[in-house]
């Protein structure tokens, strides 16, 4: 699987609100940078069962930097949420991933989001 299918994957698990299928690909030990809020992959795959997301679109991605164990990509994403009280977690975002490869898996070590004022 590509590392765009991966990050592609990560948000179909968000999506689904499926915690398990999430933390195959996110490091348990990974920082995640979201909303302004630091924690553990291990944390965020408890948030991931509350995750408010009905749709979502990618665009633009790009990898940044690559070596046979490490892959940083950038993206741009539009989220739409199912609940008016979730609607901090819709609008257009940047995204930036690193992934590591930890035997023959790709796993999120560093994930950060930055919501787009105007875009």
Not at 48 to 54: A, E
Not at 89 to 94: K, Q, T
């Amino acid at each position: 699987m590509s590392i765009e299918e991966l990050e592609r994957e990560m948000w179909e698990a968000a999506k689904a609100r499926d915690p398990e299928r999430f933390s195959t690909l996110v490091d348990n030990e990974a920082v995640m940078v979201c909303g302004g809020y630091k924690c553990s992959g291990a944390e965020y795959c408890e948030i991931i069962k509350d995750f408010d997301i009905k749709d979502y679109r990618i665009w633009d991605f790009e990898v940044i930097a690559e070596s046979d164990n490490l892959c940083q990509v950038h993206y741009m994403i539009e989220t739409k949420v199912n609940n008016e009280e979730n609607r901090d977690l819709e609008g257009i975002f940047h995204i930036t991933t690193t992934r590591k490869r930890i035997g023959d898996i790709w796993k999120v070590v560093f994930n950060m989001d930055s919501r787009v004022a105007d875009f």
